[in-house]
T-cell receptor, first 113, second 107 residues
């Protein structure tokens, strides 16, 4: 029944490792997003994909690579993890590209040691 | 960057109306005002949105001034479970979150 789901919910890893976070939405939406919420609680957009095509790519290090195998999935792969990558990562989706309500996932809490 | 200004925190007594203000003086004519809230560390939850007219749904009411430069979210009968950070967002191409207002509902 979950509209937007993320796995894993928690991720603890060492600096320098490579990890992936997965997101799936069963709403039939065309557009998906990744947001990062840091320790100061600011929620910042990282990427958005529309029908598997990259639309928004904010100033994010190229260690972060989103991948959309189909429009229901948007995964986030992070290479060479750094301490500053520790944050909560939220996935979201909307029916179309603009002017629509976003539905957020429960978040993935990443801790880099 | 967020195009809205909100007070950092507010308190409200349980059962009373919570009125959360938001300034968005640079809003464009086709940009919607959206309100979301985030309870503890959960994902943001949609509350309501509007363009020009006042809006009401089962969760809240949204009052937008005639010049559209500000709006107020009204929770008519706040409960303890409404304690959260409330975000006012001007929706352009994407959703830009500001710092929000931390609403604390007290018994």
């Amino acid at each position: 029944d979950t509209a937007v789901s993320q796995t894993p919910k928690y991720l603890v890893t060492q600096m320098g490792n490579d990890k992936s976070i997965k997101c799936e939405q069963n709403l039939g939406h065309d557009t998906m997003y990744w947001y990062k919420q840091d320790s100061k609680k600011f929620l910042k957009i990282m990427f958005s994909y529309n029908n598997k095509e990259l639309i928004i790519n904010e100033t994010v290090p190229n260690r972060f690579s989103p991948k959309s195998p189909d429009k229901a999935h948007l995964n986030l792969h992070i290479n060479s993890l750094e301490l500053g990558d520790s944050a909560v990562y939220f996935c979201a989706s909307t029916p179309r590209l603009a002017g629509e309500t976003q539905y957020f996932g429960p978040g993935t809490r990443l801790l880099v040691l | 960057d967020a195009k809205t200004t909100q007070p950092p925190s507010m308190d409200c007594a349980e059962g009373r109306a919570a009125n959360l203000p938001c300034n968005h003086s640079t809003i464009s004519g086709n940009e919607y005002v959206y309100w979301y809230r985030q309870i503890h560390s959960q994902g943001p939850q949609y509350i309501i949105h509007g363009l020009k007219n006042n809006e009401t749904n089962e969760m809240a009411s949204l009052i937008i001034t005639e010049d559209r430069k500000s709006s107020t979210l009204i929770l008519p009968h706040a409960t303890l479970r409404d304690t959260a950070v409330y975000y006012c967002i001007v929706r352009g191409r994407d959703m830009r979150f500001g710092a929000g207002t931390r609403l604390t509902v007290k018994p």
